[in-house]
């Protein structure tokens, strides 16, 4: 008989104590400015999120180059610009006691939708460069800088991106990485720009900061070997001492049914590794989550729901759905109507700014 598991009760991520297991998984509200500033709107969104009683958020993902965002709101967090702003960010979680970490990531190849930038990648790819020895570096360099303002300004952790096409999840998958060098072949080698980083920020965090990833579990390539590859990627990882993997999945674009998209592979991760997971992908009800739960996922993330719903916790707690479509509108509806989502009618005066 399975472990019936509170989603409702305290739980700690290393020395961090959450309120609940639910997470809002980073979601781009596309409320940076076009300089890739942060705005009060942005804030008001995780304040409404934390008072909502979420008990971990994960903003959105901050560029740690100026120069290689992913697209034209992408907030820069090594900006200094941005500093104050960031404070005032945690400081508003803080005040409703919910968790917060940012998550950064440099554009790799989406950084040819920004003008001006030219896009740097693993390999060279249509529109966008192979990176050079001396980027990488420089690149290795960047996520330090980023995650010494993040510790900085009051974040309770970090979240690199190791997902969804962005640079280092390209180091990562062979369908982007063919390099031949030690930073591409292997897995092993595919891995090593981030363990450099994981090693340079083991040296600098602090014993109540959480260094956290979230990484894909499907390939574009459709390998068959790439679930193993990325098993031993997480086995890695907890030698290098992450303290919680985000698991999530390169085609998540594609998925419109209503149910958690990357149960299955992450369970064969869970065998390998004993670093807490959390899972995101396809969850809208508290039967999928405890489920997931039941069978080791420490805690459960979500984006759509909220995007939908900024309360969605209450509903949660009452066992209610998710009023989610699964229609993917909002990939689309903030640059052509200024909305989040198909069910809210609430024009976003910043989105009517940054795409007239």
Request: with cysteine.
């Amino acid at each position: 008989m399975k472990n019936k598991i509170d989603i409702w009760g305290k739980v700690k991520i290393k020395n961090v104590e959450l309120n609940n297991r639910i997470v809002r998984s980073a979601t781009n509200e596309h409320l940076g400015t076009l300089q890739g500033e942060i705005t009060e709107e942005y804030i008001k969104v995780y304040e409404k999120l934390a008072k909502s009683g979420i008990g971990l958020l994960i903003t959105s993902h901050m560029a740690v180059d100026s120069k290689q965002r992913a697209d034209i709101t992408h907030i820069c967090v090594n900006d200094s610009k941005n500093f104050e702003k960031l404070k005032k960010l945690t400081d508003k979680v803080h005040q409703h006691h919910s968790k917060i970490i940012a998550q950064i990531s440099s554009g790799g190849y989406r950084a040819k939708s920004v003008e001006g930038q030219i896009a740097k990648s693993p390999s060279d790819m249509e529109n966008s460069k192979a990176m050079t020895e001396e980027e990488i570096n420089q690149c290795i360099e960047n996520y330090i800088q980023a995650v010494q303002i993040i510790q900085k300004t009051g974040f309770d952790g970090v979240q690199i991106h190791l997902a969804h096409g962005y640079l280092l999840s390209e180091f990562l998958d062979p369908f982007y990485n063919k390099r031949e060098d030690y930073f591409g072949g292997n897995v092993k080698n595919r891995y090593r720009i981030i363990h450099k980083i994981m090693m340079a920020i083991q040296k600098i965090a602090n014993l109540n900061f959480l260094i956290t990833v979230k990484i894909d579990t499907t390939s574009k390539s459709e390998n068959s070997n790439f679930i193993q590859d990325q098993i031993q990627v997480c086995k890695w990882l907890e030698e290098d001492g992450i303290d919680a993997i985000e698991l999530s999945g390169s085609n998540w674009k594609e998925f419109k049914q209503n149910k958690p998209y990357f149960l299955e592979n992450a369970l064969k991760i869970q065998q390998e590794v004993s670093v807490p997971l959390i899972l995101v992908g396809g969850f809208r009800n508290t039967s999928q989550i405890q489920n997931a739960l039941e069978q080791g996922i420490k805690l459960v993330s979500m984006s759509r729901p909220f995007i939908a719903d900024e309360n969605f916790i209450e509903a949660l707690k009452n066992n209610k759905e998710s009023k989610c479509l699964n229609c993917n509108k909002c990939f689309e509806i903030y640059r052509t109507e200024h909305r989040c989502c198909i069910l809210r009618n609430d024009i976003i005066h910043q989105l009517e700014i940054n795409f007239p």
